[in-house]
């Protein structure tokens, strides 16, 4: 009997039925990573942009909330210096001490160990303002009077074994008076906090205007004409255009930014709010 035998392999509509598959199934698996690879970029922008805002807040309860207002007073007394919508300039706080040394109108030793700061104060920088007591008998009231930073040592040495001093060597006139022993002094620094535009971008944007510096971004990219806004409001929550009457500062950061290569032509956004109260506020 004869028999017959098929030889082994594939016949051609089996061969391209294959190949087809083929191509359907890596073009899913193209289409799948393409999508995650989107979503994964989306979603880096986005937590980007969130720490960014953050950061933005951060810094504006960080230089705000030390500030002193007093309704009514005069310019030393009130570190608002200049404000608007989108930006103010402000005497920051860069340090807290208190005074040493035997009387000196010319000289400041502040004790190393009641000093707290950010940094060491910085002559050319930095200004201090040093606490003088009102007198009743006077009717002058208590305030604090700036003293021209000239130069600092910081292996200065407090007089009578009271340990380690920062000495400033200070020009203040004759509103200083002789300063007691255990006077507080306060380091200041003159900042602006703004929005401005830097390379066809808005940015949150910080000076230092004492040291006479350019201004540099800290936080953004921010939405154009409005991400940063800033309103003050007085004892009761009202908007004050009276510096001296300013108790709060409600700030608002509202980031943006085009998330490339997810295919969507939608900025990615984020935005917060933050109220400051100032810690030194207060009416006479």
């Not at 800290?218 to 009276?242: C, M």
């Amino acid at each position: 009997m004869l028999s017959v035998s098929r030889h082994g392999g594939f016949t051609l509509a089996e061969v391209m039925l294959s190949v087809v598959m083929t191509v359907v199934a890596l073009g899913a698996i193209y289409n799948l990573l393409i999508t995650t690879q989107r979503l994964t970029r989306l979603q880096g922008e986005r937590m980007s942009l969130q720490a960014s805002v953050r950061a933005g807040s951060i810094v504006l309860r960080e230089e705000l909330s030390g500030l002193s207002t007093v309704e009514g007073g005069t310019a030393d007394q009130n570190d608002v210096i200049a404000f608007g919508p989108t930006g103010v300039t402000y005497r920051a706080m860069r340090g807290i001490g208190f005074i040493c040394h035997a009387p000196n109108a010319t000289a400041i030793h502040i004790a190393q160990g009641t000093f707290s700061g950010h940094r060491d104060p910085q002559a050319g920088r930095d200004e201090a303002y040093v606490f003088v007591p009102g007198n009743p008998e006077a009717e002058t009231k208590d305030s604090w009077v700036p003293a021209r930073i000239l130069n600092v040592a910081t292996a200065a040495l407090c007089p009578g074994g009271l340990g380690a001093g920062i000495a400033l060597a200070v020009s203040a006139g004759s509103s200083l008076g002789l300063p007691e022993p255990g006077t507080p002094v306060r380091i200041t620094e003159l900042m602006e906090l703004k929005l401005y535009q830097s390379g066809g971008q808005s940015w949150l944007g910080a000076r230092s205007v004492s040291a006479g510096e350019a201004i540099q971004p800290l936080v953004g990219p921010l939405t154009d004409g409005d991400g940063f806004q800033l309103e003050y409001l007085d004892g009761t929550g009202a908007p004050t255009a009276d510096r001296t009457r300013i108790r709060s500062i409600r700030g608002k950061l509202r980031g943006t930014t085009y998330a490339l290569g997810t295919g969507s032509s939608n900025p990615v956004q984020e935005q917060l709010v933050t109220q400051v109260t100032l810690r030194n506020s207060w009416k006479p």
